[in-house]
């Protein structure tokens, strides 16, 4: 072995960089989400600025603490143990500084363009084409050079974290191309290619394998290094940890359509949905158990150690979101969790959890190294655990109960078979303290993260950072052929290239079974005669709409039981929606359903929405919507009507090449139509040139299509 | 109910085969997964899970 030592270092300049940018982007990620807590229940915490309303600042807090937090410590992680599992320094020094520094700014320009409303409304993947498009490149960086480097590699075997990184990077640039597929307007606008039924499906295909594929497996991957690291002792069972890989990837993929279950969506793709996220409970506890058991013989020095206490949490907050996930997907559980606080609750285990405190014990383990000294305080690490502890607790608690309380108002009946709490505004406000609690908890959990920063800035400062560490190994030999009576799966496994068709496959699966049906066979999707594409004036309200996020509070989709058709009106049909790119079926409702806002049952007048909008106290006392006064000053975009309707008309919307022509014309008569009717109801300000109007248009249109059709 | 399900399921020609073929393909999967890791060897096992310790000598 010793003959042919070669010497090497390892790159740790790149892993303090991305060390660095996580504990920024977490600050600020969670400090948006801070604010967005606040907002939900104080209305005015959105300065009256369109760029701080709570539409716009919710995405802005999800995308932050998802790809700049956790992508952030995902890069991290993988640096440093991606070297030391190969014994090499990274392929190319430049390809990581591309990918550190074009992932930032990636994350700068979501945040300014999400704030300014740039938004494709679609979760998770809010962000506008031309940041998919840079995403899409950095993202190959990444892969770029971890494959390079597993290609140059000292160390035959790849370490099952490896595999879970691999893995990583094949799904995410599956479920990101596709999700994104869009045909833009304009720069920085666009529409997506699906619509509807298939937009959702699409959409929550992408939104559960990003928690699957973004948040879980580098994490799982992170565990599988980070943790053995920190105990000094090797995995508990590396058999256990194949089975976990396989099945987990083999799984997870068909999972997405629980997130719609009760909607419009066809029947057998709901129970598909939940068939595999019960069957995800099995890999998901033999990876948890794997972690946990990894600290067999070492429970003692868990009171000492901070690192360790955090990693135990995390784990079992990954166990215990991955037992509440699967149940959450039967369907009658979900009648419940569904559009209230619950979902909200279960998804901050798993990021203040798992995500969150494996990346504090990670940064906590790693600084120290990195500059060849102690923990600044022990003490201060300790009491961050148990404050973030403390802080998740009181953060999901309230939520539950919310959740709880919120749907069992919803469909609560009087003895004479009314609603009976038929202002849903009163089912929001009573929930309200638990909104203040949970702020608190969020609170806490931040104080604990200032207490990190301050102990992790002390630590490098007491330190001599290493940017080149020097390490020694012996070169690969080319001429290593194996042998016959090798495992296959080893073969696979010293190939990454196969490992990476194989995990391909093995995804792409899942994702074609649900969707290709759902995509060719016509009858999945019952066509209704009486929908028809929204006019000019309604298309230019929809995208308003979706500027300012309404979808984040409002749902356009009734589920059909009694309370809620009873409150809402008849249940969405899959029909409705044909010419919705994107849907908006919403996932949450801090406010009502708006799928048939304009129908005859829930119709208000134009003056209604116009004060509404204004100011949402004076038509609904205690409403804990924000105001909208800009709506009323900004002029609707005119000028962008034929090009929306031409990108409409190329995705299949049924308008005709006259209609496109004269869509200015049309929709300056339909505003000026409605700034009349606004005028007669007492509204002498409505000018037919502001987007208010375009708004109205939308909000009354929704709904009233099969209405035609009974009659 | 149950009728609706069956009206769908009994319009697709030849259905009776989707059944079989999900179930083999899921049985087989994780048979096969769990034959293969049974059957690694432990010397290879022993190797691969001190991985994450060789830097530190």
């Known amino acids: 072995m010793s003959e042919n030592l070669e010497k090497f270092y390892y790159d740790n300049k790149i892993v303090k960089m991305f060390a660095y940018a996580t504990i920024l982007w977490g600050v600020v990620g969670m400090l948006v989400g801070l604010l967005v807590a606040f907002q939900i229940y104080l209305p005015a915490a959105n300065f009256n600025l ?34 030391r599992l190969l014994k090499t320094r990274m392929w190319s020094d430049k390809l990581s500084m591309i990918n550190f520094w074009g992932w930032q700014s990636i994350i700068v320009v979501a945040a300014v363009t999400l704030l300014m409303g740039f938004t494709t409304s679609k979760e998770y993947a809010e962000l506008e084409w031309p940041v998919d498009i840079a995403i899409t490149i950095i993202w190959v960086v990444f892969g770029w050079n971890m494959f390079a480097t597993i290609l140059k590699r000292r160390e035959r075997h790849l370490y099952v974290a490896i595999w879970f990184y691999i893995a990583t990077f094949v799904t995410v640039a599956v479920l990101h191309i596709v999700n994104s597929l869009a045909f833009p307007v304009s720069f920085m606008k666009s529409y997506p290619v699906y619509a509807g039924v298939q937009d959702a499906l699409v959409q929550w295909w992408y939104g559960h394998n990003a928690v699957a594929f973004f ?3 580098p994490y799982l991957g992170l565990m599988y290094y980070f943790v053995p690291k920190a105990v000094k002792r090797p995995v508990y069972s590396y058999r256990l940890s194949i089975i976990h890989f396989w099945a987990l990837i083999f799984l997870y993929i068909w999972a997405g359509p629980h997130h719609l279950l009760y909607t419009s969506l066809p029947g057998w793709v709901q129970t598909l949905g939940v068939v595999f996220s019960i069957m995800l409970i099995a890999p998901s506890w033999g990876g948890m158990i794997n972690g946990l058991l990894t600290m067999r013989g070492a429970w003692d020095r868990v009171r000492d150690s901070a690192v360790l206490k955090f990693f135990v949490v995390a784990i079992t907050a990954y166990g215990m979101s991955t037992f509440e996930g699967p149940l959450l997907s039967l369907k009658s559980v979900n009648a419940i969790s569904h559009f209230t606080d619950w979902t ?79 202002n849903f505004l009163e089912t929001v406000t009573q929930i309200k303290p638990m909104y203040a609690m949970r702020s608190v908890g969020g609170t806490l959990y931040f104080t604990g993260v200032l207490l990190f920063v301050f102990n992790i800035w002390k630590t490098v400062k007491a330190g001599t950072f290493e940017a080149n560490e020097a390490a020694e190994a012996p070169a690969l030999t080319s001429s290593y052929e194996g042998s016959l009576s090798d495992h296959w799966h080893r073969v696979i496994e010293r190939k990454p290239i196969r490992m990476l068709i194989f995990a391909l496959v093995v995804i792409l699966i899942g994702g074609a079974v649900e969707m290709v049906p759902t995509f ?43 309370h809620e058709v009873e409150r809402y009106g008849e249940y969405t049909k899959s029909g409705e929606t044909v010419y919705n790119h994107p849907h908006l079926w919403g996932s949450k409702r801090t ?84 700034a009349a009717e606004l005028q007669e109801q007492g509204v002498k300000e409505a000018d037919a040139s502001k987007e208010i109007i375009a708004l109205i248009a939308y909000l009354q249109r929704l709904g009233t299509d099969i209405e035609k059709s009974a009659k | 109910m149950l009728k609706f399900v069956k009206h769908t399921m009994e319009s697709i020609d030849g259905i009776a085969i989707f059944p079989i073929i999900s ?35």
């Open chain 1, 520 to 562: 060719l066979v016509k009858s999945n999707i019952p066509t209704i005669e009486a929908v028809k594409p929204y006019t000019p004036l309604e298309l230019q309200g929809r995208d308003i709409y979706i500027k300012e996020g309404c979808n984040n509070c409002h749902s356009q989709m009734i589920r059909p039981f009694r």
């Open chain 1, 344 to 422: 909200i609750a279960h998804v901050h285990i798993g990021a203040l959890g798992w995500n969150g405190f494996l990346t504090f014990g990670m940064i906590y383990w790693l600084i120290p190294r990195m500059f060849k000294t102690e923990l600044h305080s022990q003490k201060l690490a300790n009491a961050h655990f148990w404050i973030g502890t403390i802080g998740i607790l009181f953060y999901a608690l309230p939520l539950y109960w919310a959740g709880f309380t919120q749907y069992l108002m919803w469909q609560e009946f009087t003895a004479d078979g009314f609603l009976a709490y038929p």
């Open chain 1, 591 to 674: 406010g009502p359903d708006l799928a048939r806002e304009g129908s005859k049952k829930l119709r208000k007048s134009h003056s209604w929405h116009f004060n509404h909008m204004y100011d949402p106290t004076s038509m609904s006392p205690g409403s804990v919507m924000p105001r909208y006064p800009w709506l009323l000053s900004k002029t609707i975009d005119n000028g962008s009507t034929t090009t929306k309707m031409a990108v409409m008309q190329k995705l299949g919307v049924p308008y005709t090449d006259e209609e496109i022509k004269s869509g200015k014309a049309d929709l300056e008569v339909q505003a000026e139509k409605i």
């Open chain 2, 23 to 57: 179930f083999v393909i899921f049985f087989s999967f994780f048979v096969g997964l769990l034959v293969w890791v049974f059957r690694t060897d432990k010397n290879y096992l022993s190797h691969v899970e001190s991985l994450p310790f060789k830097e530190d000598n």
């Open chain 1, 50 to 83: 369109e760029f701080t309303t709570f539409g716009r600042t919710r995405p802005l807090h999800t995308n932050a603490v998802i790809f700049a937090f956790v992508g952030n410590g995902i890069f991290t992680g993988v640096y440093y143990s991606l070297q």
């Open chain 1, 215 to 217: 948040l879980t497996t």
